[in-house]
């Protein structure tokens, strides 16, 4: 005779005493991963329940994905605090959860005025079966008509508005910093004449789109 299942209870919130945090649904948290080599699991909590004593603590969370373990691996465009936000959840043990996190959206991550350990950013959904990405499509930038990485520091054309990487200007970061104005090849003999502010912190548009996924598979 099958054993009649022992009736779970939900919780409104639970204190993980080891970090001495109380999480909830909603939060983010970072999660051990069973091999130690490995970086902490991103994860937001869906919900949290216990055994009819309150004890036994299981969280079910929807796992964030970094880019290395998606399908498609890291891309340069990636940022080092990039997560996406996969279809995999999970229950698992409370106890588990070395911390809390930040998720923030890409916008709000790119004016943070400093990244913390605990601040990653989301700009995809991604389907961990099929390995694709929600919008497949995202602006590209620069002669090398890259997503933006916000780890990267970008210079914008006073002419087109387009963005640029130092590098692919000849130019070392270094040297980008510095600049007052700047005016892309294309824009470089109409810009000289009208010069106006400049802008050297990194910021985008939405001007060009292309297929994301194209990219990633090709
Ligand atoms: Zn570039
Ligand atoms: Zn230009």
């Not at 409370?94 to 990653?120: P, Q, R, W």
């Not at 400049?198 to 297929?211: E, G, I, L, N, Y």
């Amino acid at each position: 005779m099958a054993k009649a299942k022992a009736p779970r209870r939900t919780l409104e919130s639970y204190t993980v005493k080891s970090i001495n945090k109380t999480i909830k649904p909603g939060d983010c948290v970072l999660m051990r991963p069973s091999d130690p080599s490995k970086s902490s699991y991103v994860a937001k909590i869906e919900g949290i329940e216990s055994d009819a004593r309150g004890v036994n603590v299981k969280v079910r969370v929807r796992w964030y994905y970094r880019p290395e373990e998606s399908i498609g691996g890291r891309r340069q465009f990636h940022g080092s605090k990039e997560v996406f936000l996969s279809d995999h959840y999970d229950l698992q043990s409370a106890d588990t959860i070395e911390g809390k996190c930040m998720v923030h959206s890409f916008k709000s991550y790119t004016k943070l005025d400093a990244v913390g350990n605990d601040d990653f950013f989301c700009r995809f959904e991604y389907n961990s079966s099929t390995g694709a990405f929600n919008p497949d499509r995202v602006a590209v930038y620069c002669k090398c008509e890259m997503p933006y990485n916000p780890d990267d520091l970008m210079v914008q054309c006073e002419g087109c508005s387009d963005w640029f990487h130092p590098t692919c200007i000849n130019m070392t970061v270094e040297e980008a910093k510095r600049l007052d104005h700047f005016f892309c090849e294309n824009c470089s003999t109409e810009g000289q004449k009208k010069l106006q502010n400049s802008h050297t912190t990194a910021r985008h548009s939405d001007t060009k789109v292309f297929p994301f996924t194209e990219v990633i598979f090709k």
